[in-house]
């Protein structure tokens, strides 16, 4: 059974360039599409971008210019950069794995929450 | 871009009732719907995928169906632990705002 766990700061300053981590176990991260999806506080869902092992990586257009998404396959794990953070990034980041032609997420972390003020 | 819409913003029935979830593609999406469930402090759980299959471990009160445009999330009879936000999700990129399906 797979199982993500998010890891991360849980406050970054405005302007900042905030990491987070999501580390996959029971799965090898070899094998599928990764995602980074995001929820404000109260508010609903937006996916952020994904990355295949191979280091090929897709994002939203309207966070493209600030987000990177990376691999390291030696630890299962994908990680996300945000850069010049503001308070509407203020959010529950969430990791998924995607299956499919479809593109479906069938497995979730808990998330983490990035809390963004000076 | 394609947008989805859910409807209704918020659905109030009683356990035991049939619940109709809507979606609605701006343009023809095929069979590329997934519908989750995220109850308060969790994580989306996936209940359908390519429109009509139930996800692993999913009971039958769930379906799903349509194709093109419109799409439904049916639950049969309602159980306590069916109240929550359900939201579709088309090809990776895009979600609907979400339903609130609360306890009448």
């Known amino acids: 059974q797979v199982q993500l766990q998010e890891s991360g700061p849980g406050l970054v300053k405005p302007s900042e360039t905030v990491s987070l981590t999501c580390t996959v176990s029971?799965?090898?991260?070899?094998?599928?599409?990764w995602s980074w999806i995001r929820q404000p506080p109260g508010k609903g869902l937006e996916w952020i971008g994904y990355?295949?092992?191979?280091?090929?990586?897709g994002y939203n257009p309207s966070l493209e210019s600030r987000v990177t998404i990376s691999v390291d396959t030696s630890k299962n794990q994908f990680s996300l950069r945000l850069s010049s953070v503001t308070a509407a990034d203020t959010a529950m980041y969430f990791c998924?794995?995607?299956?499919?032609?479809?593109?479906?997420?069938?497995?979730w972390g808990q998330g983490t929450l990035v809390t963004v003020s000076s | 871009e394609i947008v989805l819409t859910q409807s209704p913003a918020t659905l109030s029935l009683s356990p035991g009732e049939r619940a109709t979830l809507s979606c609605r593609a701006s343009q023809n999406i095929n069979n590329y719907v997934a519908w989750y469930q995220q109850k308060p402090g969790q994580a989306p759980r996936l209940v359908i995928y390519?429109?009509?299959n139930r996800a692993a471990g999913v009971p039958a009160r769930f379906s799903g169906s349509g194709s093109g445009i419109d799409f439904t999330l049916t639950i049969s009879s309602l159980e306590p632990e069916d109240f929550a936000v359900y939201y579709c999700q088309e090809s990776r990129q895009t979600f609907g705002q979400g339903t609130t399906l609360e306890i009448k």
């Open positions: 390519d429109a009509s």
């Open positions: 029971g799965a090898s991260i070899n094998t599928y599409y």
């Open positions: 998924a794995r995607e299956l499919g032609v479809t593109m479906f997420f069938d497995s």
């Open positions: 990355i295949y092992h191979t280091g090929r990586t």
